[in-house]
């Protein structure tokens, strides 16, 4: 199964922007790359996903590298309620049954 | 409002007394899985279903049981609770398993076995 590598921890100050990076230098052409996060004490939440092309939601962007070995899922203004540990999970067809999560990044943000 | 509910929320309960924790999604979801967190181990997959009457094993099962006998619910057994199934659970579901969904989860279920 293709692999991930992310940074243990990143900080940001409130309202600036914030770049989470991903690593999936093994990835096929089936992944997906997904992210999820979580906030203290609750469960993970889905944040945006996506193949080849860049993504838009409500919650943030997913920008991915055009040999798609690495993505960026970025915040546009961050807030307090933004710090949560964030996960980047790569999921096909094969592995699609579960996700399978890494050990995250988590990010604070600061006043 | 679009969501998983887990009950309880908190549960101490004795080595080997039958427990149940109940999952119930209002999406009409097919697919739903049960996971669970421990410090250093990160979330690891327990069980998951495909659809009503169709369940599977995943990476950690030893020691539970699930059923899927409606589309909305998928309860997590503990026939017999020993201590090393402390830990926190989550339940999921999806629209279907296809790698283009994505996941809601419940809000957890913290378990404490004496």
């Known amino acids: 199964d293709a692999k991930t590598t992310q940074p243990n921890s990143m900080e940001s100050n409130e309202e600036e922007p914030v770049h989470l990076p991903c690593n999936h230098s093994?990835?096929?052409?089936?992944?997906?790359i997904h992210w999820y996060r979580q906030l203290p004490s609750q469960g993970p939440e889905y944040v945006i996903h996506g193949l080849t092309s860049n993504v838009n939601n409500r919650m943030a962007s997913l920008a991915i590298a055009e040999d798609r070995k690495s993505s960026t899922l970025i915040l546009h203004r961050a807030t307090l309620r933004d710090a949560a540990v964030y996960y980047c999970?790569?999921?096909?067809?094969?592995?699609?049954?579960?996700?399978?999560f890494g050990t995250g990044t988590r990010l604070q943000v600061t006043l | 409002e679009a969501q998983v509910t887990q009950n309880p929320r908190y549960l101490i309960t004795v080595t080997g007394k039958k427990l149940t924790v109940t999952c119930s999604q209002n999406?009409?979801?097919?697919?739903m899985s049960w996971y669970r967190q421990d410090p250093g181990l990160g979330l690891r997959q327990i069980y998951y279903?495909?659809?009503?009457?169709?369940?599977d094993k995943g990476d950690v099962p030893e020691g539970y049981k699930v059923s899927r006998k409606e589309k909305r619910n998928f309860p997590l057994i503990l026939e017999s609770p020993s201590p090393n199934q402390t830990s926190l659970y989550f339940c999921?579901?999806?629209?279907?398993?296809?790698?283009?969904?994505?996941?809601?989860f419940g809000s957890g279920t913290r378990l404490t076995v004496v």
């Open positions: 093994t990835i096929s052409g089936t992944d997906y």
């Open positions: 999921a579901s999806s629209l279907t398993n296809r790698p283009n969904y994505g996941y809601t």
């Open positions: 279903s495909m659809n009503v009457e169709v369940t």
């Open positions: 999406m009409n979801h097919e697919y």
């Open positions: 999970i790569l999921k096909n067809t094969g592995t699609a049954s579960k996700l399978t």
